[in-house]
């Protein structure tokens, strides 16, 4: 197993990049999770191991997900908790269901 080391700074630069991105397509997206998408952080870890089997994007957006997915994977989720705090909670993974009903 490789590892790499970070310093201090640059994991706080990860997780303040971690903390402002949401998922920009696909089924988490904004077509799918109204209005902007779901956050990085509160993505589910089946859906980041799907990147990871085939291969996690190209670019930033693909070295947030698989920070994410490794720091998921190693079962530190707590860690994202601050900011979703921050963001008012998780992000809802599925609608809303409706409180109330009108029948005819």
Known sequence: MEQTDIDRDDFRRLLADIA??????????????????????????????WFKERGFPKDRLGELLSAVYDIKSHGMDTLFDPIRQAHGGRSALRPKRPTSFQFE
């Open 20 to 49: 402002t991105m949401r998922m920009p397509y696909g089924k988490f997206g904004p077509q799918q999770c109204p209005p902007h998408g779901v956050w990085i952080c509160d993505l589910p870890i089946e859906y980041l191991a």
